[in-house]
C-alpha cells in the first residue's frame, strides 16, 4: 500500500529552536524521500530529498535523518526563524523502472509549523 | 520566467458547468502531473503524463480529463463540476519519472457553487 504518515500535525516554536517532522511509511518499494515546503497562496516546493542508501543529509539549516529499517524519517530546521512558517510536507515514491508501478509522489498529510519571534 | 504556471490562478463556477485549467512548463521536462489539494491541505496525485502517453490514474472520476497537446503543455478538463471538487489543483513537472524533483505551479483554486 502507499502511505505516508506525518506528525505532527500542527508545531510551535521559538525561534532558534530546532522544530522536528517525522514521518512513516509501509511501502518498503519507496525508494526517493523529499521534503515541500509550501507557503499560504503558492505551490510546494521541495525543501531537501533523500535516498534509502544515505542515513542523513544537510542542506543549509535543514537536515534529513533518515532510519530504513524503522521506515521513519525526519526533518529537522536548525535555527528556525520565523520566515520558515509554512506547511512541510514529507513525501515519498517509487521508482517506476523498477516495476513499482506508480508515478507521482505521496504525501503526508502536512504539519503546519508556526516559528514565533 | 515562471518555471510551472497555471491558468486561472481561481475560478468560481456552477454545478454542472464544465471547465478547463491549462498548465505550461518551461523547464524542458518529460513529465507532468496534476495533483490535488484538499481543504485540508491533502496532496493527492490524480494523473502524470510522460511523453505524451498517461502513465497512472488514480481512482478520479471520469469527468477529469488530462489533455496534453505537446511535452510543455498538461491542461486538465473537468466535466458536470460536482460541490465536492472544489479544491486547489497543482500542476507540477519533473525529468524523468518518479525518483526526481517537481516542480509545482502555483495553483489553481476552483470553487464550484
Known amino acids: 500500500q502507499q502511505q505516508v504518515k506525518q506528525s505532527p500535525q500542527s508545531l510551535i516554536v521559538q525561534k532558534g529552536g530546532i522544530p522536528i517532522i517525522n514521518c512513516a511509511y509501509e511501502?518498503?518499494?519507496?525508494?526517493?524521500f523529499p521534503w515541500y515546503q509550501q507557503f499560504p497562496g503558492k505551490g510546494p516546493a521541495l525543501l531537501i530529498a533523500?535516498?534509502?542508501?544515505?542515513s542523513e543529509k544537510k542542506e543549509g539549516r535543514f537536515t534529513i535523518s533518515f532510519n530504513k529499517s524503522a521506515k521513519q524519517f525526519s526533518l529537522h530546521i536548525m535555527d528556525s526563524q520565523p520566515g520558515d512558517s509554512a506547511t512541510y510536507f514529507c513525501?515519498?515514491?517509487?521508482?517506476?523502472?523498477?516495476?513499482?508501478?506508480?508515478?507521482?509522489?505521496?504525501f503526508g498529510k502536512g504539519t503546519h509549523l508556526i516559528i514565533q519571534p | 520566467d515562471t518555471a510551472v504556471s497555471q491558468t486561472p490562478k481561481y475560478l468560481v463556477t456552477q454545478m454542472g458547468n464544465d471547465k478547463s485549467i491549462k498548465c505550461e512548463q518551461n523547464?524542458?521536462?518529460?513529465?507532468m502531473y496534476w495533483y490535488k489539494q484538499d481543504s485540508k491541505k491533502f496532496l493527492k496525485i490524480m494523473f502524470s503524463y510522460n511523453n505524451k502517453e498517461l502513465i497512472i490514474n488514480e481512482t478520479v472520476p471520469n469527468r477529469f480529463s488530462p489533455k496534453s497537446p505537446d511535452k510543455a503543455h498538461l491542461n486538465l478538463h473537468i466535466n458536470s463540476l460536482e460541490l465536492g471538487d472544489s479544491a486547489v489543483y497543482f500542476c507540477a513537472s519533473s525529468q524523468g519519472r518518479g525518483v526526481t524533483e517537481a516542480f509545482f505551479g502555483q495553483g489553481t483554486r476552483l470553487t464550484v457553487v
Open positions: 533523500i535516498r534509502p542508501d544515505v
Open positions: 511501502n518498503t518499494a519507496f525508494d526517493y
Open positions: 513525501a515519498a515514491s517509487i521508482n517506476p523502472y523498477s516495476g513499482g508501478g506508480a508515478d507521482g509522489l505521496t
Open positions: 523547464l524542458g521536462h518529460d513529465t
